[in-house]
Nanobody
Framework: QVQLAESGGGLVQAGGSLRLSCAAS????????MGWFRQAPGEEREFVVA????????VYADSVKGRFTISRDNAKNTVALQMNSLKPEDTAVYYCAASLPNVGVVVTTSAGYAYWGQGIQVTVSS
């Protein structure tokens, strides 16, 4: 199993920026596709972005394209989510997720990810 821990959340005004980080345990971090999901109160968990093992393939949800950027550093076992031009509708608990090992295709569904962080709150005020 891989343990994931998010950090960097908080409260910002609309139009501001936040950078989330996800730290993963183990030395096999590069074996996993990584993703970010979010869940707002009363809403289902939704896909935000995912990145392949080597970082060569990235898929963004339409709602965050042009505003959010994902990156990973396999040497440091971390994945980051830079969030710019934040909107109140971005308010949610954000979750870092890792796929099953050795999965080659980046997927956008929760079912494609086996390991999850505890989540971190992002609040964007009007």
């Amino acid at each position: 199993q891989v343990q994931l821990a998010e950090s960097g959340g908080g409260l910002v005004q609309a139009g501001g920026s936040l950078r989330l980080s996800c730290a993963a345990s183990g030395r096999t971090f590069s074996s996993y596709n990584m993703g970010w999901f979010r869940q707002a109160p009363g809403e289902e968990r939704e896909f935000v972005v995912a990145i392949s093992k080597g970082g060569g393939s990235i898929v963004y949800a339409d709602s965050v394209k042009g505003r959010f950027t994902i990156s990973r550093d396999n040497a440091k076992n971390t994945v980051a989510l830079q969030m710019n031009s934040l909107k109140p509708e971005d308010t949610a608990v954000y979750y870092c997720a890792a796929s099953l090992p050795n999965v080659g295709v980046v997927v956008t569904t929760s079912a494609g990810y086996a390991y999850w962080g505890q989540g971190i709150q992002v609040t964007v005020s009007s």
